[in-house]
């Protein structure tokens, strides 16, 4: 990796370049569901006054996803914004490996399907039930159930997540008919045994994220593996008795089930079966394969761990080699904004809380675990609530500030990135006061990072990642608020499509600039422009600088 080149006009701030990621607070229609607009945001009001604005794009292709109707998403979000550049996602690169049959002709595929036609075992699949197309598209679960039937596969057995999240609030019946009516027809053919076997929501079983919660991943081994938990003759009737349980519980949060037939478990995972854990995206699905995959985890207690193929859709951690067998190759992302720096002396600073400190750290880096530099970079993660966020929306906003304010009081670090993760975490709630506090939360934690930089030099922008805040509610095709039939708001829990905003404040600084006459620019281009307020040229190969710098 070489050093960066100096900026021919510019020598750089006179303190840090700090980056402060809103994440999920989007630009929204100003409607009753934008929580944004409606927020008490004294501070943002201020910045739209007082710093250089502009609007960036965060989802479809400016994020590598497969169309402009694909909600952006925080891996691919922090992915384009570290890296500089947009790279063809998980979505896009899984849906293409099964369109032109690639996923199916590779040797993992194969090793999956032989394995239990010489042992006559059960092929299983576990993932995230919906078309949110962030973490899985059922679309690409159905069709590797259709392809596990043309290679001769008899006996499959589906574990399905409920969602929720990236999908309506309570819609899991539409996806489990969709599964049924599938199976249903496989089924019709002679010989074959395609059936669902457990389930629970995403929240409850199964995806953790960051050792934030390994009992979940407990629940979720217990009730996929060992066929442990409340017993259903079907995933309807166990979804009707959830939902009985709790009218407005939200489908992530549902308990976990299991299909039963003459008493006992129709899929329990055993020795020489195969396993495919279909979530596409990383972060949410590291710990289930690891949990398959390591022999010598400890994090909980898993019993007798059968002795079964696994594979990963993809490849969720290239550093660690998690899992150790994948079906796609994931995007390789290199030279990223970090690794740059690092190779130029700037030292740095990454902090959030464990929600999302690996977005400012593993998908920063394009999904590198571990620093660059244990001299040059410092990582701060600061432990998550155990409770509902909708509960505590403030979260840990106050002490990532501090963390933050320390490094400027002592001049420790030249460029400072953070993930403030209220806006989404909240959001994906559905609860719209607590979503209104959780973005005020940011805006009060802004505001002492405003008089900070006033006091001690530099330059902060201001952005997002994606949109969820914005748009609580649905929308009819006017851009209106939809109405259910008690007149009620529909509540909205997934990602927007909106644009997020990116406010540069400067604080003084004597450089000389303007916002660039480029048009539609996305996220990816805030690396290039942290690097010209650092001093350096951007490299070639990064998406356009959000600003143009001239003589100073």
């Given at each position: 990796?070489?050093?960066?080149?100096?900026?021919?006009?510019?020598?750089?701030?006179?303190?840090?370049?700090?980056?402060?990621?809103?994440?999920?607070?989007?630009?929204?229609?100003g409607?009753?569901?934008?929580?944004?607009?409606?927020?008490?945001?004294?501070?943002?009001d201020?910045?739209a006054?007082?710093?250089?604005?502009?609007?960036l794009?965060?989802?479809?292709?400016?994020?590598?996803?497969?169309?402009?109707?694909?909600?952006?998403?925080?891996?691919?979000?922090?992915?384009?914004?570290?890296?500089?550049?947009?790279?063809?996602?998980?979505?896009?690169?899984?849906?293409?490996?099964?369109?032109?049959?690639?996923?199916?002709?590779g040797?993992?595929?194969?090793?999956?399907?032989?394995?239990?036609?010489?042992?006559?075992?059960?092929?299983?699949?576990?993932?995230?039930?919906?078309?949110?197309?962030?973490?899985?598209?059922?679309?690409?679960?159905?069709?590797?159930?259709?392809?596990?039937?043309?290679?001769?596969?008899?006996?499959?057995?589906?574990?399905?997540?409920?969602d929720?999240?990236?999908?309506?609030?309570?819609?899991?019946?539409?996806?489990?008919?969709?599964?049924?009516?599938?199976?249903?027809?496989?089924?019709g053919?002679?010989?074959?045994?395609?059936?669902?076997?457990?389930?629970?929501?995403?929240?409850?079983?199964?995806?953790d994220?960051?050792?934030?919660?390994?009992?979940?991943?407990?629940?979720?081994?217990?009730?996929?593996?060992k066929?442990?938990?409340?017993?259903?003759?079907?995933?309807?009737?166990?979804?009707?008795?959830?939902?009985?349980?709790?009218?407005?519980?939200?489908?992530?949060?549902?308990?976990?089930?299991?299909?039963?037939?003459?008493?006992?478990?129709?899929?329990?995972?055993?020795?020489?079966?195969s396993?495919?854990?279909?979530?596409?995206?990383g972060?949410?699905?590291?710990?289930?394969?690891?949990a398959?995959?390591?022999?010598?985890?400890?994090?909980?207690?898993?019993?007798?761990?059968?002795?079964?193929?696994?594979?990963?859709?993809?490849?969720?951690?290239?550093?660690?080699?998690?899992?150790?067998?994948?079906?796609v190759t994931?995007?390789?992302?290199?030279?990223?904004?970090?690794?740059?720096?690092?190779?130029?002396?700037?030292r740095?600073?990454?902090v959030?809380?464990?929600?999302?400190?690996g977005?400012?750290?593993?998908?920063?880096?394009?999904?590198?675990?571990?620093?660059?530099?244990?001299?040059?970079?410092?990582?701060?993660?600061?432990k998550?609530?155990?409770?509902?966020?909708?509960?505590?929306?403030?979260?840990?906003?106050?002490?990532?500030?501090?963390v933050?304010?320390?490094?400027?009081?002592?001049?420790?670090?030249?460029?400072?990135?953070?993930?403030?993760?209220?806006?989404?975490?909240?959001?994906?709630?559905?609860?719209?006061?607590?979503?209104?506090?959780?973005?005020?939360?940011?805006d009060?934690?802004?505001?002492?990072?405003?008089?900070?930089v006033?006091?001690?030099?530099?330059?902060?922008?201001?952005?997002?990642?994606?949109?969820?805040a914005?748009?609580?509610?649905?929308?009819?095709?006017?851009?209106?608020?939809?109405?259910?039939?008690?007149?009620?708001?529909?509540?909205?829990?997934?990602?927007?499509?909106?644009?997020?905003?990116?406010?540069?404040?400067?604080?003084?600084?004597?450089?000389?600039f303007?916002?660039?006459?480029?048009?539609?620019?996305?996220?990816s281009?805030?690396a290039?422009?942290?690097?010209?307020?650092?001093?350096?040229?951007?490299?070639?190969?990064?998406?356009?600088?959000?600003?143009?710098?001239?003589?100073?």
């Amino acid at each position: 990796m070489n050093q960066l080149k100096r900026h021919s006009n510019f020598s750089g701030s006179r303190g840090p370049v700090i980056l402060a990621i809103m994440d999920g607070v989007g630009i929204g229609g100003g409607d009753a569901g934008d929580m944004v607009a409606k927020a008490y945001t004294p501070n943002l009001d201020w910045l739209a006054e007082n710093s250089v604005y502009t609007q960036l794009q965060a989802h479809g292709r400016a994020v590598g996803m497969p169309s402009n109707a694909d909600m952006g998403n925080s891996e691919v979000g922090h992915n384009a914004i570290g890296s500089g550049r947009v790279f063809d996602q998980g979505a896009l690169l899984v849906q293409n490996a099964v369109r032109s049959g690639v996923m199916f002709e590779g040797d993992v595929w194969k090793q999956l399907v032989e394995g239990v036609i010489q042992t006559s075992g059960t092929f299983h699949f576990i993932g995230l039930l919906s078309d949110g197309n962030v973490h899985s598209h059922i679309d690409i679960l159905l069709a590797m159930l259709s392809r596990a039937q043309s290679d001769g596969v008899r006996k499959v057995r589906v574990h399905i997540l409920l969602d929720g999240r990236d999908v309506p609030p309570q819609s899991a019946e539409v996806y489990i008919a969709r599964l049924e009516e599938h199976l249903a027809t496989i089924n019709g053919s002679p010989g074959f045994d395609y059936r669902i076997a457990s389930g629970g929501g995403r929240l409850y079983i199964t995806m953790d994220r960051y050792g934030a919660d390994w009992p979940m991943v407990k629940r979720g081994w217990d009730v996929h593996v060992k066929g442990i938990g409340r017993p259903f003759s079907s995933a309807q009737q166990a979804l009707e008795a959830l939902r009985a349980d709790d009218p407005e519980a939200v489908d992530q949060d549902l308990k976990e089930f299991v299909i039963v037939e003459d008493g006992k478990p129709v899929g329990p995972i055993v020795d020489g079966d195969s396993v495919v854990l279909f979530n596409y995206r990383g972060d949410r699905a590291i710990e289930m394969a690891r949990a398959f995959d390591d022999p010598d985890l400890d994090t909980f207690d898993r019993g007798v761990i059968p002795k079964v193929r696994f594979a990963g859709i993809m490849e969720y951690d290239s550093d660690q080699k998690i899992p150790k067998h994948f079906l796609v190759t994931p995007p390789a992302i290199e030279e990223t904004l970090a690794e740059f720096l690092v190779a130029s002396g700037v030292r740095q600073l990454a902090v959030s809380e464990t929600q999302k400190y690996g977005h400012v750290t593993y998908f920063f880096n394009g999904n590198r675990s571990g620093k660059f530099s244990e001299e040059l970079e410092d990582y701060v993660e600061i432990k998550s609530d155990h409770v509902p966020f909708n509960q505590r929306p403030w979260m840990k906003a106050a002490e990532i500030t501090d963390v933050i304010l320390d490094s400027l009081v002592n001049h420790r670090h030249d460029f400072i990135r953070t993930n403030f993760p209220n806006g989404d975490m909240v959001g994906h709630t559905g609860d719209v006061l607590a979503v209104e506090i959780s973005v005020e939360v940011v805006d009060l934690c802004l505001g002492r990072l405003i008089e900070a930089v006033q006091k001690t030099g530099g330059i902060l922008i201001v952005t997002a990642d994606h949109g969820n805040a914005d748009e609580m509610y649905f929308l009819d095709e006017s851009g209106n608020p939809k109405r259910d039939e008690k007149g009620d708001f529909c509540i909205k829990t997934s990602h927007t499509l909106n644009p997020v905003p990116c406010y540069i404040y400067t604080a003084g600084q004597t450089a000389n600039f303007q916002l660039s006459e480029q048009r539609e620019l996305g996220i990816s281009s805030l690396a290039a422009t942290i690097l010209e307020f650092l001093g350096f040229e951007p490299p070639s190969t990064f998406e356009p600088s959000i600003v143009c710098i001239a003589d100073s």
